[in-house]
């Protein structure tokens, strides 16, 4: 199972609202509605933020939003926060009853 | 509160094995799925095995399938990864992780992880 394609960086300033893309396959992230989104600070567990496509975690921010069209899905971030500087991975339920994560996108908060 | 606490990581030899242990508490243990995702330093994260609530399903990466076996005791709610054959490829933090419920692989809470250094 090859790893789901994210661009190695993002960044943006204070305030403004940036867009992770995360492409994979009709055997992942096309075949189900089953992809989340992870937050991961330096030295630090990963944070879900996203499950099912579009849904939060209770006390995630709702400036964190996802969305899917055919084989990418995507991670909008508004409003960014210096604290939003991080790793982002997103993940996808693949056929073989598995999960498969992204390459990883690191956010820089300019 | 959900707890996992991994440990019997450290410095192995190429060939050698491990035991992880992850023993969790905060939740009703035998009812959900639980995962092994690792991250090798520097590198992205790696799925690499998931566990049916029961036990009786297991599923494993193509990259661990054969050396790596996931096992649980649903008595002392812990979780197990015997890791043989290890390469260098395999040095990584090694996290438990729980699925959302007794069939999906995903993770929805983490520990903090454990690292196995394999190195002669």
């Known amino acids: 199972q090859s790893a789901l394609t994210q661009p190695a960086s993002v960044s943006g300033s204070p305030g403004q609202s940036i867009t992770l893309s995360c492409t994979g396959t009709?055997?992942?992230?096309?075949?189900?509605?089953?992809v989340s989104w992870y937050q991961q600070h330096p030295g630090k567990a990963p944070k879900p933020m996203i499950f099912d496509v579009n849904n939060r975690p209770s006390g995630v921010s709702d400036r964190f939003s996802g969305s899917k069209s055919g084989n990418t899905a995507s991670l909008t971030i508004s409003g960014l926060q210096a604290e939003d500087e991080a790793d982002y991975y997103c993940?996808?339920?693949?056929?073989?009853?598995?999960?498969?994560f992204g390459t990883g996108t690191k956010v820089t908060v300019l | 509160e959900v707890q996992l606490l991994e440990s019997g990581g450290g410095l192995v030899q190429p060939g050698g094995s491990l035991r992880l242990s992850c023993a969790a508490s905060g939740f009703t243990f035998k009812n959900y799925a639980m995962l092994w995702v690792r991250q090798a330093p520097g590198k992205g994260l790696e799925w690499v095995s998931g566990i049916s609530g029961s036990g009786d399903d297991t599923y494993y990466a193509d990259s661990v399938k054969g050396r790596f076996t996931i096992s649980r005791d649903n008595s002392k709610n812990t979780l197990f990864l015997q890791v043989t054959s290890l390469r260098a490829e395999d040095t990584a933090v090694y996290f438990c992780a729980k699925g959302p419920h007794s069939g999906s692989p995903r993770p929805d809470y983490w520990g903090q992880g454990t690292l196995v250094n394999v190195s002669s």
């Open positions: 993940s996808s339920y693949t056929s073989s009853n598995t999960e498969v």
């Open positions: 009709s055997s992942d992230v096309g075949g189900y509605d089953f």
